[in-house]
């Protein structure tokens, strides 16, 4: 996958290059957000969503125009790479391996027979999830038992990241829902005469991608020049703590709405609360996101990174359902102790990675 790739770009030694070539490539994709959300969001509400979604679709094909015109450029970047053990044997398909290992064979049998169970029984959300996640232990143990010695730790450490990875994601996509509705429902709107799209706000997390990636970079370069702890965990957990503060705004936000005695908004909050809550997550995303995607290249072994790198993704993805949990009973909650809950948890948690850090790296064997 394209996140691989630009891994391929660097040697495994040369860490700041890598780095810094993630951060170009993160400002790459939030060009196209930044536009879209502008675009996309205003043609949407003004005419028609088909427009919107069709002006979307047009985005994504020249996108995929501008891949093809460039492959010459990229030279040995996305070949295929001779899929080989760590004992020099041919590597088997990874669903043969998860049925020719019993351990493997009893955890996904299990795990994916509660996990249909569930979903005979009407609960097709969580069945689904449970046989995924019975997908990704036996891969996981497969790739864990395919390794040496330096391997095993290093992967070891990537399963943690990805633990990192769901927690960051399950807070910060609460731009997509919770916050997206707090935008349309219960943000002061107005600017002068003007009234602001609540669409438009998801761009601010874009934009400030676009403003603040290369320094956020350079400042890491810097920092590990001065010779301060600059792990690419230590990076992640602190980018977690970030992107947690962030909610804290919103909690302030959320107290300044008002209501009558019918349950009406009577008063709605500041903008400028939104705008500082994603500044935050935009440097805590910058610490973390980027940063992690560079990490997975260095630590997994060649022939399974781009199988690593799709299990990071679908890190993410579990990260959004978590996300949408949340979501679903912040109307129970309400909106200042889902927002506060956010922000120590992710502050505890991010904590809690910074003080076992040395002994995670001792794990990497280097790979920072």
Request: with cysteine; proline share 1%; glycine share 12%.
């Amino acid at each position: 996958n394209i996140s691989t790739m630009v891994g391929g770009l660097y040697s495994k030694t040369d860490h700041n290059k890598r780095d810094m070539g993630f951060y170009i490539f993160y400002m790459g994709i939030n060009i196209g957000a930044a536009v879209s959300a502008l675009l996309v969001g205003y043609i949407g509400e003004t005419y028609n969503w088909h427009y919107g979604f069709g002006l979307a679709g047009i985005g994504m094909a020249i996108g995929q125009l501008g891949y093809w015109k460039g492959q010459k450029y990229l030279v040995h970047v996305g070949n295929k790479v001779e899929l080989e053990t760590s004992n020099n044997k041919k590597s088997d398909n990874l669903f043969l391996q998860i049925f020719k290992k019993t351990n493997s064979l009893l955890g996904f049998s299990l795990t994916a027979i509660l996990g249909l169970y569930l979903g005979l029984n009407g609960d097709w959300d969580y069945g689904l999830l449970l046989i995924g996640i019975a997908f990704a232990v036996g891969f996981a143990i497969v790739v864990y038992n395919d390794g040496n010695k330096i391997e095993k730790d290093r992967i070891l450490v990537t399963y943690l990241a990805f633990l990192i990875v769901i927690v960051f994601w399950g807070s910060f996509e609460q731009a997509g829902g919770l916050m997206n509705l707090y935008a349309s429902q219960k943000t002061d709107l107005a600017l002068g005469s003007f009234m602001v799209p609540a669409s438009w706000f998801q761009s601010v997390n874009a934009t400030f991608i676009l403003i603040f990636a290369t320094l956020v970079g350079s400042f890491w370069i810097w920092w590990k020049k001065s010779g301060y702890e600059h792990s690419s965990l230590f990076k992640m957990a602190l980018g977690v703590i970030i992107m947690g503060f962030g909610f804290f705004f919103m909690s302030i936000a959320s107290n300044e709405v008002t209501y009558d005695s019918s349950g009406e908004i009577i008063k709605k909050s500041a903008m400028y609360w939104l705008v500082l809550a994603y500044f935050f997550h935009t440097i805590g995303e910058l610490c973390a996101s980027p940063v992690a995607l560079s990490f997975i290249t260095k630590l997994a072994p060649a022939r399974w990174g781009a199988f690593m790198m799709g299990a990071y993704f679908a890190a993410t993805g579990l990260g959004n359902k978590v996300a949408g949990i949340i979501g679903e009973n912040a109307s129970e909650v309400g909106d200042y102790w889902t927002f506060t809950g956010i922000t120590i948890f992710c502050s505890i948690f991010g904590l809690l990675v910074i003080l076992i850090l040395k002994p995670l790296k001792r794990l990497v064997h280097n790979a920072e």
